[in-house]
């Protein structure tokens, strides 16, 4: 079932549905003080004898003030349904004007009948207004014309005159007022959905943004940590002053490194870093120290290289690449040779690591698991291919190397 949004005006109140069956609407405060005002000038013009005709005008058929009463209170009673029941409304006050017209009148029945004509324009049915202003619109012309056609003096066109002023006049002003309402209505409908779509378009930025710094913080950080348990295992683990004094020696490294980024990043953070990267992205000029910093920790890695020129998101996002599998190979790699090599042909630069597959109990040093899906985001992001898993290898040890490759389009975008 689809739904559709009802404009606040034309919402039933509570009032209007009593367990399924529909009650009697509560009428709007002002539409009461319309009806009880209109009643009340009505009654004081009748009692100081003020009526709209004489009692020897020819359409008078009722004189006297009581007849003028009846269509005088049912008015005033259609008022207290203007807005909640608009069609019903004219329809009762359409017999009682033309009922107040035989007799010798009075102005409030008239004005609250325009009002009516109005209000039912107005808060009614798109349908009904536009049909109550075609008939109102075809009665002022019959009005007009017949009469001078039957009459033939120029005093039958003012016929037309009234008619129009009580029937298609309210008529056509109740649309012009429902059309700016309308248009108002959109206008803030509008709004709302702007806001609410600037609102999604900030969460996702924050979103993003967080995936961004996470992957950056993992990237960074998770290398020097792993490298630091590694060691303090060890030296916890062999009573040799040597390896503990040469342990020691690289959980210091690690840990002044690990300190430096995590400054950058913390200096990125206050800086708001989100419309430039960093001023020292890590370059592929860096992946020779990155290889010796591996080597430092006791990785067996050999690094080959084949590349001009790429783009600097590409360029971050292969040096993550190779420093997240490093860290990985570092935990999870049985001992032997680890090989990074990075190939750049005419629209790609390919990056892939392979490492002897550990068939550990469990990593070297713990971790978040988080690797692989970071790898995996960023090429994702430049539009690029990527795997990891094992794959045979005979000349391999356990018959198994883990390989990583990621394929990097050299017309990728920002991978933050």
């Known amino acids: 079932m689809q739904s559709r949004t009802v404009p606040r005006h034309q919402a039933p109140s509570a009032d209007t549905v009593l367990d399924g069956v529909m009650a009697f609407p509560r009428p709007h405060r002002v539409d009461v003080y319309i009806g009880v005002g209109g009643l009340l000038g009505g009654l004081l013009l009748v009692g100081v004898g003020l009526g709209m005709r004489t009692a020897k005008d020819p359409i008078t058929?009722?004189?006297?003030?009581?007849?003028?009463?009846?269509?005088?209170?049912?008015?005033?009673?259609?008022?207290?349904?203007?807005?909640?029941?608009?069609?019903?409304?004219?329809?009762?006050?359409?017999?009682?004007?033309?009922?107040?017209?035989?007799?010798?009148?009075?102005?409030?029945?008239?004005?609250?009948?325009?009002?009516?004509?109005?209000?039912a324009v107005l808060y009614g049915p798109l349908v009904s207004a536009r049909r109550i202003q075609w008939i109102t619109g075809l009665l002022t012309v019959a009005a007009t014309l017949v009469p001078f056609a039957v009459l033939r003096v120029p005093e039958a066109l003012l016929i037309g005159v009234v008619v129009g002023v009580v029937a298609y006049g309210p008529a056509a002003t109740g649309w012009i007022v429902r059309n700016h309402r309308d248009a108002a209505e959109a206008a803030r409908l509008r709004a709302e959905q702007t806001a609410l779509l600037a609102e999604m378009d900030r969460t996702q930025a924050v979103t993003a943004e967080r995936a961004r710094m996470a992957r950056e913080l993992h990237d960074m950080v998770a290398n020097h940590l792993s490298a630091i348990a590694i060691h303090?295992?060890?030296?916890?683990?062999?009573?040799d002053p040597s390896t503990s004094r040469e342990a020691l020696s690289v959980i210091r490294e690690n840990s002044v490194e690990g300190l430096a980024e995590m400054r950058r990043l913390i200096?990125?953070?206050?800086?708001?870093?989100?419309?430039?990267?960093?001023?020292?992205?890590?370059t592929l000029d860096g992946l020779t120290a990155l290889v010796e910093g591996a080597r430092a920790n006791g990785l067996d890695v050999r690094l080959a290289t084949d590349h001009g020129t790429v783009p600097a998101?590409?360029?971050?996002?292969?040096?993550?690449?190779?420093?997240?599998?490093?860290?990985?190979?570092?935990?999870?790699?049985?001992?032997?040779?680890?090989?990074?090599?990075?190939?750049?042909?005419?629209?790609?630069?390919?990056?892939?690591v392979t490492s002897p597959f550990g068939d550990r109990d469990g990593p070297r040093a713990p971790g978040s698991g988080a690797g692989l899906v970071g790898m995996?985001?960023?090429?994702?992001?430049?539009?690029?291919?990527?795997?990891?898993?094992?794959?045979d290898d005979p000349v391999a040890t356990d018959g198994k190397i883990w390989v990583v490759r990621a394929t990097l389009p050299l017309t990728g975008g920002d991978p933050a």
């Open 232 to 239: 303090s295992t060890a030296a916890l683990s062999i009573d």
């Open 313 to 352: 998101p590409v360029e971050l996002a292969a040096y993550r690449i190779v420093q997240e599998s490093l860290t990985n190979a570092l935990k999870h790699a049985s001992p032997g040779r680890v090989a990074v090599e990075l190939i750049q042909r005419d629209d790609s630069l390919t990056v892939a």
């Open 267 to 282: 200096g990125i953070l206050r800086d708001g870093g989100d419309d430039h990267e960093p001023s020292a992205v890590p």
């Open 61 to 119: 058929l009722f004189d006297g003030p009581w007849p003028i009463l009846v269509p005088l209170t049912v008015m005033a009673g259609c008022e207290l349904l203007r807005r909640t029941a608009p069609r019903t409304a004219l329809l009762i006050g359409t017999p009682a004007f033309c009922a107040d017209v035989v007799t010798q009148g009075t102005l409030p029945t008239w004005m609250m009948f325009t009002d009516l004509v109005y209000a």
């Open 376 to 391: 995996r985001e960023r090429v994702a992001l430049l539009a690029g291919a990527f795997e990891a898993g094992p794959v």
